[in-house]
């Protein structure tokens, strides 16, 4: 699969958030969209996975840690055929099977119910190290968010997973820069990620998380690391793809107006008409 069909999937992903978050009238767009090229990557060209066969017992996993930017991830699993386009329509509705955090017993394709910050990566450690205990071959990715990375469980995880020499682990970080309340940096100030995780044990790579190429050897050299987790750090721009959203703290969590979203929707389909000319 060719860089323009992932960023083409990625802008379908964007207007899937897009549009089920107009529906829902609310949820999470920003954060969303900063991931759309990361989960594009990753279900499209990196993991092991059967949308016909979604319980599949040799699978590779994913885990949403930052379970509340689920929009894009539902909009890449539609396309990828675990359920139809139009069930992004119905998000967060009562009784609909996309709810505004991912459940695992209720959406195909979902390995882990998510949305209390910092246990995802905590089941990601779990599943794991199942794989090394049944001497399985799948791999494990998980992605979080920057501000997710505030929270104490995050860090006890990471210890877990250098402890157990998991290198079937990858942990991806969305590294938008912006979280519910401000910037990562005035909240907290997490910074230097890269050197926190490397002295938890783990390999680390920097890079931009909306460069297939960079995403594409980040994976490679986390393939090829054994002995000890890998975390990738991904530099990414949060409402990425809308101009009024693009770094903009107020898009974490609120849904387009019908002004708003006739805007979104036209650059979106711009983009993908753009990106399918070159296919």
């Not at 920003?30 to 059967?50: C, P, R």
């Not at 949305?115 to 998980?142: E, F, H, P």
């Amino acid at each position: 699969m060719t860089n323009a069909q992932l960023k083409a999937l990625a802008a379908k992903a964007r207007l899937g958030a897009v549009i089920g978050t107009y529906h829902a009238k609310s949820g999470h767009p920003g954060g969303s969209l900063s991931a759309a090229d990361i989960f594009a990557y990753l279900y499209f060209k990196e993991m092991n996975v059967d949308p016909k066969n979604p319980d599949w017992a040799d699978r590779d996993r994913f885990v949403l840690s930052k379970g509340h930017c689920c929009p894009s991830l539902y909009a890449i699993l539609a396309q990828k055929g675990y359920f139809e386009w139009d069930e992004l329509l119905k998000l967060r509705h009562v009784g609909a099977m996309l709810q505004g955090h991912p459940d695992m017993k209720g959406t195909p394709g979902i390995d882990m119910s998510s949305g209390s910050l910092g246990q995802g990566i905590s089941a990601a450690c779990g599943m794991a190290l199942a794989a090394k205990m049944d001497n399985k071959d799948y791999r494990v990715y998980t992605v979080l968010g920057d501000g997710e990375c505030e929270e104490g469980q995050v860090w006890e995880a990471a210890m877990f997973a250098a402890h157990n020499n998991l290198d079937n682990l990858v942990v991806i970080v969305d590294q938008n820069g912006l979280q519910i309340d401000g910037t990562v940096e005035e909240v907290a100030g997490i910074e230097p990620l890269d050197k926190k995780f490397e002295s938890f044990g783990f390999e680390v790579e920097k890079i931009d998380g909306h460069n297939f190429d960079e995403i594409s050897a980040a994976l490679a050299k986390a393939k090829a690391t054994k002995g000890k987790p890998f975390a990738i750090l991904a530099k990414t721009v949060k409402g990425k793809g809308v101009s009024f959203m693009e770094n903009q703290v107020g898009w974490h969590g609120k849904a387009c107006n019908d002004k708003e979203l006739e805007i979104a929707v036209n650059e979106l389909e711009a983009q993908i008409a753009e990106l399918e000319a070159e296919i």
